[in-house]
T-cell receptor, first 114, second 114 residues
Framework: EAQVTQNPRYLITVTGKKLTVTCSQNMNHEYMSWYRQDPGLGLRQIYYSMNVEVTDKGDVPEGYKVSRKEKRNFPLILESPSPNQTSLYFC?????????????FGNGTRLTVT | AQSVSQHNHHVILSEAASLELGCNYSYGGTVNLFWYVQYPGQHLQLLLKYFSGDPLVKGIKGFEAEFIKSKFSFNLRKPSVQWSDTAEYFCAVNPSDSNYQLIWGAGTKLIIKP
């Protein structure tokens, strides 16, 4: 089944403790992206990647890192999480070569930083 | 700066009522337009999209949207809503020169009373 898999679904951590949220897709998509969703703000893009070893900042990259060593994986790293990073995070992917193809989203990761 | 505005953050309707959710964007060039839906506890999924051609596009589950270029609008409509349409709806715009990037509206939470 074609899907974007994020782990974990829920994560509670403390300020300053490094964490990684994994994202993997099995559709051979070139484009991958991370978003955070906050009430009243919709989706805001954190980072995106057009292909392996190519990453770019989105609208709200501060406090986050990403890497794209393989096509299928695009982990999101919070080196020193802070309470303002408490949010719902979504990973998404799409075929880069086609405007007509939609974004495929993962099921989300609800992160709480205390 | 480019932006997408969804007029209502919350909409409450009774079953069988007609629905129209507004979406306006600020960008003067060519755009690709999307509506995504997020059912409670689920990830976002594509409802419909417009790239070119007939400005009235039909999506899944009886939804449709009309692109009015002169008004920079892409409103979502459904003639008769059902309880199962309870969800959050997001409008997203892809400016043609933006390399697959999407600008998201803040979302509209739709609650259908049975």
């Amino acid at each position: 089944e074609a899907q974007v898999t994020q782990n974990p679904r829920y994560l509670i951590t403390v300020t300053g403790k490094k964490l990684t949220v994994t994202c993997s897709q099995n559709m051979n998509h070139e484009y991958m992206s991370w978003y955070r969703q906050d009430p009243g703000l919709g989706l805001r893009q954190i980072y995106y990647s057009m292909n392996v070893e190519v990453t770019d900042k989105g609208d709200v990259p501060e406090g986050y890192k990403v890497s794209r060593k393989e096509k299928r994986n695009f982990p999101l790293i919070l080196e020193s999480p802070s309470p303002n990073q408490t949010s719902l995070y979504f990973c998404a992917s799409k075929l880069r070569s086609s405007y007509n193809s939609p974004l495929h989203f993962g099921n989300g990761t609800r992160l709480t930083v205390t | 700066a480019q932006s997408v505005s969804q007029h209502n953050h919350h909409v409450i309707l009774s079953e069988a009522a007609s629905l129209e959710l507004g979406c306006n964007y600020s960008y003067g060039g060519t755009v690709n337009l999307f509506w995504y839906v997020q059912y409670p506890g689920q990830h976002l999924q594509l409802l419909l999209k417009y790239f070119s051609g007939d400005p009235l596009v039909k999506g899944i589950k009886g939804f449709e949207a009309e692109f009015i270029k002169s008004k920079f609008s892409f409103n979502l409509r459904k003639p008769s809503v059902q309880w199962s349409d309870t969800a959050e709806y997001f409008c997203a715009v892809n400016p043609s020169d933006s390399n697959y990037q999407l600008i998201w509206g803040a979302g509209t939470k739709l609650i259908i009373k049975p």
